[in-house]
């Protein structure tokens, strides 16, 4: 069983930068794969990013690479995603979960999400 909780969402000018953390509880977090996906109103929840157990293999989806970093610190449980030069587009709920891919049904536990607003 793995518990997450997120936080380090806010309201940020387009171009500014966020840093969102998930907290993990539960033994099994190091050896667990890690995802972050996000929703918009009115839209599907998106694949954003991937990390694998030991942090070596990461994976973005088309629309962040580049601008967005996915990191993890299995001392502290703690999965991160390092949003710069964010866009209007970027705003949605941002969620964790544990598991691997990019397809939403391959991950187990989610967190309750952090709100994420991009104003131009």
């Known amino acids: 069983q793995v518990q997450l909780v997120e936080s380090g969402g806010g309201l940020v000018q387009a171009g500014g930068s966020l840093r969102l953390s998930c907290a993990a509880s539960?033994?099994?977090?190091?050896?667990?794969?890690m995802g972050w996906f996000r929703q918009a109103p009115g839209k599907e929840r998106e694949f954003v990013s991937a990390?694998?157990?030991?942090?070596?293999?990461?994976s973005y989806a088309d629309s962040v690479k580049g601008r967005f970093t996915i990191s993890r610190d299995n001392a502290k449980n703690t999965v991160y995603l390092q949003m710069n030069s964010l866009k209007p587009e970027d705003t949605a709920v941002y969620y964790c979960?544990?598991?691997?891919?990019?397809?939403?049904?391959?991950?187990?536990?989610w967190g309750q999400g952090t709100q994420v607003t991009v104003s131009s």
């Open positions: 979960a544990a598991g691997w891919g990019s397809n939403r049904f391959n991950y187990n536990y």
């Open positions: 990390i694998s157990w030991s942090g070596l293999i990461t």
């Open positions: 539960g033994r099994t977090f190091s050896s667990s794969g």
